[in-house]
């Protein structure tokens, strides 16, 4: 069980998930602002995303949330 009540993030092996450290959703948001990515906690809420094979970019979720609203 993570120790942020919220997360919704599935991937239990990543050492950033926050019930692999004791420093909550900070290391998670650090590393994806390093590399210009957003948290997979954000993909989920998109609905229509069906997964974001590996390219969490700004760029591609921008993409994904302008084809959610359209539907």
Same mark, same amino acid.
């Given at each position: 069980?993570?120790k942020?009540p ?10 950033h998930h926050?019930? *692999? ?10 590393? *994806? ?37 359209? *539907?």
């Amino acid at each position: 069980m993570s120790k942020v009540p919220f997360c919704t993030c599935p991937t239990l092996e990543c050492p950033h998930h926050p019930q *692999n450290q004791n420093e909550g959703c900070t290391p998670c948001i650090e590393k *994806n602002l390093r590399k210009h990515e957003i948290p997979a906690c954000f993909w989920f809420k998109i609905e229509t995303a069906g997964g974001a094979e590996g390219k969490y970019t700004f760029q591609k979720f921008a993409e994904e949330i302008m084809t959610a609203e359209d *539907n």
